[in-house]
């Protein structure tokens, strides 16, 4: 079993960066790919960006528009998301969700593996 933990979340203003941690349990990280979804209150949850098992292929949803970059590194079990320019817009309980073929979805439901969160609140 792989459990996932989310860190880096906290209170910035508009144009500040954050960096997104998610670190995995369990031997078997390379094994997944991983995603980062956010929910903003009222939301419905959504998918910010992925990347697959190797780190090989990334996948951004349009309203990161360059300003997000998500990475992994196997070896420390570790996915990060990088958000810069951040609006308030982006504010939101940020996850990350693990799932076992090769290259992540933006279908929250194919995930099986989902960290408690991390929020994120950008003031204007």
């Known amino acids: 079993q792989v459990l996932l933990v989310e860190s880096g979340g906290g209170l910035v203003q508009a144009g500040d960066s954050l960096r997104l941690s998610c670190v995995a349990s369990g031997r078997t990280f390379s094994s997944y790919a991983v995603a980062w979804f956010r929910q903003a209150p009222g939301k419905e949850r959504e998918f910010v960006a992925g990347?697959?098992?190797?780190?090989?292929?990334?996948y951004y949803a349009d309203f990161t528009k360059g300003r997000f970059a998500i990475s992994r590194d196997n070896a420390k079990n570790t996915v990060w998301l990088q958000m810069s320019s951040l609006r308030p817009e982006d504010t939101g309980n940020y996850s990350c969700?693990?799932?076992?073929?090769?290259?992540?979805?933006?279908?929250?439901?194919?995930?099986?593996?989902w960290g408690q969160g991390t929020q994120v609140t950008v003031s204007s």
């Open positions: 969700a693990a799932v076992g073929p090769a290259y992540p979805t933006r279908n929250e439901g194919n995930y099986d593996l």
């Open positions: 990347i697959s098992r190797s780190g090989g292929s990334t």
